[in-house]
C-alpha cells in the first residue's frame, strides 16, 4: 500500500486497533502479547485506568500551558522525581533525544561556568544509542544512522565499554563530560559492569567531568529499581529518562544536581511542549504506581521468573538460542537467526510481539504490570516460534 508518510520505518503487516494491559487486538480481532510494550513505553500497559483518569481530568482542566507560567503539576513531578535520587532540579522535553540534547548542553555550560569554557566534548560509547537528532546520532557514533547526512556532529569520542585505560586515554583538555547508558538497549541488552561505572564516576571526580547516564530505556522501573544505577550504587551528576516516564504519553526528563546545572539560567534552554499539562499529570499517575517498594519488588521477582522460562526455552533449541541475558524486565535473547526472523516467526506463528536489536538479539520488554500467566504464555510462544523456525532450517 502506498502512503504518505515518510517512509522510514519498517512497518509490520498488522494494524492494532485497541489495547488492554499486555494485549493487543488488530483490525480482524486477533489478540497479540506485547512483550515490546512500545519498545519499554508502555510501562503499565494499555487502557490503565489510573493513566486514563489522569488524562481525562487534566484534559477537561487544561491541555497546554506556556513554560512561561508556573506548571503546578510539573513542579510536582520534578519534586517527586529529584527526591528519588541523586538529582535537585529537572527540565522536561517531548523525547528522549531532546532529553539527552539537554543533558549535552548542561554538561558544556557546567564547564563555562566553571570557567573551563574550552571544555566541551562528550566521551560515549561504541553500541550506544542516545537519538536521532544531529547531535545524539553523533553521541551513538553508529556509522548506519550517521550515513549520507553529511559531516557528523562534532564533540563526541567514542570509546569501547569496559575499558577504562581507554577512557582515560581519550579525556583530553577539551573533555566536559561522560555518557553513558548503564544498561545498552538498541545495541542488544547489554547491562554495564558495576565496576566500570564506578570507574567512570571516579575518573569523572578526579578530571572534573561530569557523568551522563542515558536511562531512556533502562529507567522507570524496568529492572526493578526506579533508576537502574539505584542497583549499583553509582550516581551520575546527569541522568535522562523518556519512555516510560509518561506509560505512552510523549515526555522526556533531563535531571541534574545543582553543581551540574550551574550555567542553566532564564534563556539557556527550553521547549513549547516540554512539560505540557497533560504530559506531566500523566507522568505524575505513572510515578503514583511505579515509585513503590512492592511493585519494584514485583518486576524483580517477574524478571527472575521471565528470565528462567526463557532459559528453559534455550535449553529446548540449543542450536537456535546462544543466550538470554538483562535485568528485571529488561531482557534479550541472542540466537543464531537475525532477530528480524524472530520478531516475525513470535509475530506470525505464535501472537507475540517483541522487538529487534543489534547483536542477533531480541528485546523483551513486557510492561511492568505483566502476570505470571502472560509470562507463561510468552515462553509457550517462544517455544512455538523457535520450533517453527528449527523445522523450517532442516
Ligand atoms: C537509551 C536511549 N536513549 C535515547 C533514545 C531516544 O529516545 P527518543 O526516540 O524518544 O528520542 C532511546 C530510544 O530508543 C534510547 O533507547
Known amino acids: 500500500m502506498t502512503s504518505a508518510l515518510l517512509p522510514v520505518f519498517q512497518r509490520a503487516p498488522v494494524l492494532f486497533e485497541y489495547g488492554e494491559g499486555a494485549w493487543l487486538t488488530a483490525s480482524d480481532g486477533e489478540r497479540y502479547l506485547d512483550f515490546g ?49 541523586f538529582a535537585d532540579v529537572a527540565f522536561f522535553a517531548n523525547s528522549g ?99 566500570f561505572l564506578r570507574q567512570l564516576r571516579d575518573l569523572c571526580d578526579e578530571q572534573g567531568l561530569l557523568l551522563i547516564f542515558d536511562e531512556i530505556q533502562c529507567g522507570m522501573g524496568r529492572t526493578g529499581h526506579l533508576f537502574a544505577h539505584q542497583e549499583l550504587g553509582v550516581a551520575p551528576d546527569v541522568m535522562t529518562l523518556a519512555k516510560g516516564l509518561g506509560g505512552g504519553f510523549p515526555i522526556g526528563a533531563c535531571l541534574a544536581t545543582t553543581d551540574a546545572a550551574r ?39 517477574k524478571g527472575n521468573l521471565l528470565h528462567t522460562r526463557l532459559e528453559e526455552v534455550a535449553k529446548r533449541f540449543p542450536g537456535l538460542i546462544a543466550e538470554v541475558r538483562g535485568r528485571g524486565l529488561m531482557l534479550g535473547i541472542r540466537t543464531s537467526h537475525p532477530p528480524h526472523e524472530i520478531v516475525e516467526a513470535l509475530r506470525t506463528q505464535a501472537k507475540a510481539l517483541t522487538i529487534a536489536a543489534a547483536d542477533n538479539v531480541t528485546r523483551v520488554l513486557p510492561p511492568l504490570i505483566v502476570t505470571d500467566e502472560e509470562i507463561r504464555l510468552f515462553a ?15
Request: with cysteine.
Open 37 to 85: 510494550a512500545g519498545i519499554a513505553v508502555n510501562a503499565l500497559g494499555y487502557s490503565h485506568p489510573h493513566l486514563l483518569a489522569a488524562l481525562e481530568r487534566q484534559g477537561r482542566k487544561l491541555w497546554h500551558l506556556s513554560n512561561v507560567y508556573r506548571i503546578p503539576e510539573g513542579e510536582r513531578l520534578a519534586e517527586r522525581l529529584t527526591s528519588a535520587c
Open 97 to 195: 533525544a531532546e532529553a539527552n540534547e539537554c543533558a549535552i548542553k548542561i554538561a558544556r555550560r557546567h564547564q563555562d561556568a566553571c570557567g573551563r569554557p574550552e571544555r566541551w566534548r562528550v566521551i560515549t560509547f561504541t553500541g550506544a544509542f542516545h537519538g536521532r537528532t544531529l547531535a545524539t546520532m553523533a553521541a551513538g557514533g553508529n556509522p548506519k544512522y550517521l550515513e549520507g547526512f553529511g559531516p557528523m556532529t562534532d564533540g563526541f569520542d567514542l570509546c569501547p565499554l569496559e575499558d577504562i585505560e581507554a577512557v582515560r586515554a581519550s579525556v583530553g583538555s577539551q573533555t566536559a563530560a561522560i555518557m553513558v547508558e548503564p544498561i545498552q538497549g538498541e545495541s542488544g541488552i547489554r547491562p554495564v559492569s558495576h565496576t
Open 263 to 301: 550555567g542553566m539560567m532564564p534563556g539557556a534552554h527550553g521547549s513549547t511542549f516540554g512539560g505540557n499539562p497533560l504530559a506531566v499529570a500523566v507522568a505524575n499517575a505513572v510515578l503514583d504506581v511505579v515509585h513503590d517498594d512492592s511493585f519494584l519488588a514485583e518486576i524483580r521477582r
Open 380 to 394: 509457550e510462544c517462544c517455544d512455538a516460534a523457535f520450533a517453527y523456525l528449527s523445522k523450517r532450517a532442516a
